[in-house]
């Protein structure tokens, strides 16, 4: 429990100051970077968004809450003739649900003056699902999913209406791209990246301010960063010297809370030395180095300023993302910690033979702990390319209505985040969909499993800390833990993220 308040001194920290300061860090800043604020100032970073600018000029981004008009539809409620016989397919095959998590569902108050925004909404879904079934379908025509996807684009804006609106905008994008680039053109407007905000220039200053608003607005950054932090403390609670590989650092504000927790022990032995090593893309180029490096100098000027035992290395992937433990350098006596931040909203897209190779690698290195925070991925059943759409579609409602309840009346804030964050990585995310025919791997939990990593439990005090952080924000979030070792953040019925944690036991311990 004493790490547990150790942590919560430094959530507040992270809560009032750090993600609003290093907000002022853009994952696009060099060392040549001429406007980059000065290491030493990285915790006096004042904020960037101007709330009164984002404030809404109207009341055109309301709009009722999609998720659960979604979750009624799928258990039955009113369907049209467009695509009735769509709907009872993927229903069965990807939103079953328990008696228990029907009762979560909630039809929409009959007193709700959106009826005709409830039927425009059912209207979209069927719309969509129509579309992804003209492009993937047995009865595959592009004509008609061309069709239906101007009729869509008539609809739908991705900056006015409701959360169905906006958010069928960005699927109507993104399949507009599909169709487009299955008939082979190349240099179209709509060719889908991988899904991260760079891959669609968007200007530094609009990334910095959209992920701060994304902290503000939901627990999803800090879920995976207390969680993972609160098992690091746990873990080297009498090491003297502590190694975390990062497979992506990003601009680095998970670990400034858990320094300020480690010089905040007040038993035990001394502050530990902590060394970070943090993974750059060889693909990349210099932009990737670069910008690890810039993250390395805060996070250094950081932990001089509050009298952390620091050093900061980097470790370059090759240039197919290969990750190679040899390149490590290992320090004998270190606790070596390894921690892996996938598909979080504003991370960029990670392939899954990266991933792979990173685990494998870390593996052969006996790690004291590795903490996987991932995405939540449903099983699709054999539903194909549209299954795979569906869920996609239902779990990004869930993202939408959860964002508006943050901040219900900030709809150009929103509007920010969806468009920095969501609108590539839905778009990313279809495009891999379609790419793989709508087949999907098992979860990485799953996969570490698989290989040997043993589990290790939630501590109480972990998931105390959880629940502590989902009360700062709307009550529709939720945390459980599934099977004594995982947290999963959920909004509504929706789970969202999952954060487990796991060792790799000595090949004798395997053996046996």
């Not at 029907?102 to 108050?109: G, P, R």
């Not at 598909?343 to 593996?363: C, E, Q, T, V």
């Amino acid at each position: 429990m004493t790490e547990f308040l150790m942590l919560s001194s430094a959530m507040e920290l992270e809560l009032d100051d750090l993600d609003v300061d290093l907000s002022g860090c853009s994952t696009e800043t060099t060392s040549t970077t001429n406007t980059a604020i000065s290491p030493d100032q990285w915790y006096d970073w004042s904020p960037v968004v101007d709330w009164e600018a984002l404030a809404p000029i109207d009341h055109l981004a309301g709009g009722g809450d999609f998720h659960e008009l979604f979750e009624s539809m799928m258990e039955g409620g009113e369907r049209d003739s467009l695509s009735s016989e769509l709907v009872e397919e993927t229903s069965n095959s990807c939103y079953t649900t328990t008696s228990s998590q029907s009762t979560e569902v909630t039809m929409l108050d009959e007193g709700a003056a959106s009826n005709s925004e409830d039927t425009k909404g059912l209207r979209l879904v069927h719309l969509l699902m129509a579309a992804a079934e003209a492009l993937t379908g047995a009865n595959k025509s592009r004509d008609l999913a061309r069709v239906i996807l101007v009729r869509l684009k008539e609809l739908v804006s991705p900056t006015d209406g409701t959360n169905m609106e906006r958010l069928a905008a960005y699927f109507t994008e993104a399949l507009q791209g599909l169709l487009e680039g299955a008939g082979g053109v190349s240099q179209s407007k709509h060719l889908i990246g991988n899904g991260s905000h760079r891959d669609h220039g968007h200007h530094p200053t609009d990334v910095i301010a959209a992920f701060q608003l994304l902290q503000d607005m939901s627990p999803y950054v800090k879920f995976g960063h207390f969680t993972a932090n609160q098992a690091i403390l746990e873990a080297v609670v009498h090491d003297r010297r502590v190694h975390i590989v990062d497979y992506d650092i990003m601009e680095g504000i998970q670990w400034a809370s858990l320094m300020q927790a480690l010089v905040s022990r007040k038993d035990g032995p001394p502050t530990p030395h902590l060394r970070i090593t943090a993974l750059s893309r060889g693909g990349s180029g210099r932009r990737s180095i670069g910008t690890v490096q810039e993250t390395g100098r805060r996070l250094t000027a950081f932990a001089t300023s509050i009298g952390q035992p620091f050093s900061f290395h980097q470790c370059r992937l090759d240039s197919d993302e290969t990750f190679r433990p040899s390149a490590l350098k290992l320090v004998k006596g270190e606790a070596l910690v390894i921690n892996c931040m996938l598909n979080l909203p504003h991370f960029s897209y990670r392939s899954p033979d990266s991933i792979a190779s990173f685990l494998s690698g870390a593996k052969t290195l006996n790690p004291r702990l590795v903490a996987l925070v991932e995405e939540e991925v449903r099983p699709a059943g054999d539903g194909g390319f549209v299954a795979r759409f569906m869920d996609s579609l239902y779990h990004y409602s869930a993202v939408y209505d959860s964002l508006e309840a943050g901040f219900p009346m900030q709809s150009r804030a929103r509007a920010l985040v969806e468009r920095v964050f969501l609108g590539p990585r839905i778009a990313g995310s279809l495009a891999r969909i379609y790419r793989a025919h709508g087949e999907v791997g098992c979860s990485w939990w799953e996969w570490l499993s698989a290989v040997g990593f043993k589990p290790t439990p939630i501590s109480f005090a972990n998931h105390c800390q959880a629940k502590l952080l989902l009360g700062l924000f709307n009550d529709g979030y939720r945390v459980e833990e599934v099977a004594y070792h995982r947290l999963v953040l959920g909004w509504k019925s929706r789970s969202l993220l999952s954060a487990s944690i796991w060792t790799s036991p000595p090949e004798s311990d395997v053996a046996n």
